[in-house]
């Protein structure tokens, strides 16, 4: 597509509840990232896809969350056992990625999922 | 680890005054760096970029931002600012570009009329 895609923009759920946010890359972007915006806290980096690499998951703040990325596109963040401390905005990036030379640091941004935890 | 500090988390002006957005970084070898801007409930879009090169950089809506590697900086500018320019403005910083942006917390710019 264009851009980055984000789904759904809004979700609103229970305590303990599972969620799943998803993102669609820039095509051809081999870079994914995902990163949580809470209110005063700028944004904070969760996990990093390159590639066929490993990902980096140093970010993600606790083993309620986890990501997947399926077949070097789309990818999904799923929170189980969800806590009111999880509401935040969730943003997706995509870049092209470490073979694209000083390109490839630039993220394009998607427009987010606000996640509301009740 | 990077860092990124934005010295001021919130910055009013008056409409058509000038403004900068200081931002600083922790490093000691070759980086990238970025502003970005989000407006109100939108995501956040590239303001502009060095990656190598002249030290000042234009970006778009007449902000620009220069790159001093002596003071690990790269505050960002604007002569004479719109209502329009009222945004969160976050810098970011790319190590060698192989690991993903480091944010600073951001800087809320409210232009006033």
């Known amino acids: 597509g264009a851009g980055v895609s984000q789904s759904p923009s809004n979700k609103v759920t229970e305590k303990g509840k599972d969620v799943e946010l998803r993102c669609d890359p820039i095509s051809g972007h081999t870079a994914l990232y995902w990163y949580r915006q809470s209110l005063g806290q700028g944004l904070e980096f969760l996990i990093y896809f390159q590639g066929n690499s490993a990902p980096d998951k140093s970010g993600l703040p606790s083993d309620r969350f986890s990501a997947e990325r399926t077949g070097g596109s789309v990818s999904t963040l799923t929170i189980q056992r969800t806590q009111q401390e999880d509401s935040a905005v969730y943003l997706c990036?995509?870049?092209?990625?470490?073979?694209?030379?000083?390109?490839?640091?630039?993220?394009?941004f998607g427009q987010g999922t606000r996640l509301t935890v009740v | 680890a990077q860092s990124v500090t934005q010295l001021d988390s919130q910055v009013p002006v008056f409409e058509e005054a000038p403004v900068e957005l200081r931002c600083n970084y922790s490093s000691s070898v070759s980086v990238y760096l970025f502003w970005y801007v989000q407006y109100p409930n939108q995501g956040l879009q590239l303001l502009l970029k060095y990656l190598s090169g002249s030290t000042l950089v234009k970006g778009i809506n007449g902000f620009e931002a220069e790159f001093n590697k002596s003071q690990t900086s790269f505050h960002l500018r604007k002569p004479s600012v719109h209502i329009s320019d009222t945004a969160e403005y976050f810098c970011a910083v790319s190590p060698s570009g192989n690991t993903p942006l480091v944010f600073g917390k951001g800087t809320r710019l409210s232009v006033i009329a």
């Open positions: 990036a995509s870049s092209l990625g470490l073979d694209r030379g000083l390109g490839r640091a630039e993220a394009f």
